[in-house]
């Protein structure tokens, strides 16, 4: 099944819509899930731990209040990580037991007001994780119509192949930018060709925005010349640099601005040309290609 035809190109991450970030009411949430909708961004990242576990729940009454059909959307989350706070943890930590997965994803619907995820990630890889518990927790809720795909986040190749020989892994969310380009260089991105694995970038922008050093300074210097010829802003160009990679990379834009999130989806109708994308590599790694 291709991911086209499944998810929006530009993914509207949700971290920052509740208490780590923007505090939108329930109006406002219901009011930026549908201006999403009609710039045609339809898909929706979540994870439990968003607002110390409290985003799910502020998105599930928006998105109750908003009207829209749970067909016209698709809604992804994470499980997995057992923080300190909001929780009564000892310390953080990672739990990916038969049935805490199980619980994880149905507190999680519960939370959402919806019967299904379209796509169930594990959040981060543990040392602890065993396939054999991943695989019996994953089948369950796929039988029982839960979740319809299943994926991972910030998992190696071989944390992959690992889950694989008991449980198909359809998906690997990772940190991905022109200024932390590792994921093409680690094997990742080789993975999910090789594997047709559709690969998300949480972090799209990298630090370009929020960090003053030296590749900063390089990238900008670049950016005098692109913004101009592309007619373009940075923010769009940072995104055209990874969208031209040929894993056909899905960027969790993270924004709750609406104009942002349109320039987010513009930016996909931007086409690098090679020797441009070069020179953004170049002024990122702060040297030519070997």
Not at 233 to 255: M, N, R, W
């Amino acid at each position: 099944m291709e991911h086209k035809e499944i998810y929006s190109k530009i993914i509207a991450g949700t971290m920052t819509w509740g208490s780590w970030g923007k505090q939108l009411s329930t109006s406002e949430m219901a009011d930026l899930i549908t201006t999403c909708l009609g710039h045609g961004i339809t898909t929706f990242d979540h994870a439990d731990i968003y607002g110390d576990y409290g985003n799910e729940t502020e998105f599930g009454k928006a998105f109750a209040q908003s009207g829209v059909d749970r067909t016209s959307i698709q809604l992804i989350s994470k499980c997995g990580i057992q923080m300190a706070r909001g929780r009564d943890n000892a310390v953080k930590h990672y739990q990916y037991d038969k049935e805490y997965i199980i619980w994880s994803a149905e507190r999680t619907l519960k939370e959402l007001q919806t019967d299904y995820l379209d796509l169930f990630l594990l959040h981060r890889p543990s040392p602890l994780m065993h396939p054999d518990e991943v695989a019996a927790a994953i089948e369950t809720l796929v039988s029982q119509g839960k979740i319809k795909q299943f994926g991972v986040s910030n998992f190696t190749p071989s944390q992959i192949a690992l889950l694989e020989t008991r449980v198909p892994v359809t998906a690997n969310q990772v940190q991905f930018s022109l200024s932390h380009d590792a994921p093409m260089l680690d094997g990742t991105f080789d993975d999910c060709l090789a594997h047709k694995r559709m690969a998300m970038s949480w972090s799209p922008l990298g630090g370009y925005f929020g960090e003053e050093n030296a590749q900063t300074e390089r990238i900008k210097k670049v950016m005098q010349t692109l913004t101009v010829k592309y007619d373009a802003d940075e923010s769009q160009l940072l995104l055209a640099f990874i969208l031209k990679h040929p894993v056909g990379v899905y960027p969790v834009v993270g924004t709750a601005n609406k104009e942002r999130l349109k320039a987010s989806l513009d930016a996909t109708k931007i086409n690098l040309a090679l020797q441009d994308w070069f020179l953004l590599l170049e002024a990122s790694q702060g040297l030519p290609v070997a």
